[in-house]
């Protein structure tokens, strides 16, 4: 499980070097790298998809859900744990901490930023939760990022070459479809091992993920967001 994430984020790598490339193209008013840069971003986003595909068939989803998820849960927003845990030699008091959640990588955020992506409510306040618990420089190259001449912005002001609305709007789609495909992902691997227990707790492992958050309703929420930056084509 561990390679396959790594996996994931290793086939996003030149995806995130082009999102770069891709604001220097806003920056200079140079649609052709914007495009370029697009077809890149929209390439990787593909690459990462068939990265976690491997999960099918090197991990089976009841040993998934049965051996390795509860290992990644934290102590602070599960029913079990909800008075926190003591780690002896370390602290005297209980703590909660959140658990191992994919929302701590800066892969997705990276690509949300560029294409202006926007998250509000319960899913924006657990995102930006979650960026707290990654290094430090990832969150401020978030941080920069945002600072640069927005992509969408630039596109909408372009609206007569169809070429760039549609790299963008391809990129988007591959996003959304990206997204698409981890909801069916955490259906095989987490809701439906889940349906089999006789009994499942509110709060548990079985409704909430490892960060926290009621992960059905935000992999959608966040699906949806992505979804609405499709720029319609006159």
């Not at 200079?28 to 914007?34: A, G, T, Y």
């Not at 095989?188 to 499942?200: D, E, F, G, T, W």
Request: glycine share 6%.
């Amino acid at each position: 499980v561990l390679l396959i994430s790594m996996a994931t984020e290793l086939a996003a790598a030149e995806g995130i070097k082009a999102s770069v490339e891709c604001l220097s193209g806003v920056k200079d008013n140079n649609k052709d790298l914007v495009i370029q840069s697009l077809k890149k971003v929209e390439e990787n986003i593909g690459a990462m998809k068939i990265a976690l595909e491997k999960m099918y068939k090197e991990c089976n989803p009841e040993v998934f859900y049965g051996r390795i998820r509860q290992f990644q849960g934290g102590s602070k927003d599960l029913k079990a744990f909800s008075n926190g845990l003591i780690f002896n030699g370390v602290h005297e008091e209980p703590k909660g901490f959140i658990g191992a959640s994919a929302a701590q990588s800066s892969t997705l955020p990276v690509f949300d930023i560029l294409l202006g992506v926007e998250h509000l409510g319960k899913t924006k306040q657990f995102l930006d939760q979650q960026r707290w618990h990654m290094p430090r420089l990832h969150r401020q190259f978030l941080i920069d990022m945002t600072l640069q001449s927005p992509l969408r912005q630039f596109v909408i002001q372009h609206n007569t070459n169809k070429e760039l609305i549609k790299a963008y709007n391809i990129c988007v789609e591959a996003l959304t479809d990206f997204r698409n495909h981890h909801i069916i992902l955490v259906t095989r691997y987490i809701v439906n091992p889940a349906k089999k227990q006789s009994v499942v707790e509110e709060g548990s492992l079985a409704t909430r993920g490892t960060g926290g958050s009621d992960f059905m309703v935000f992999l959608k929420s966040v699906r949806d967001d992505t979804h609405k930056c499709i720029i319609d084509i006159d």
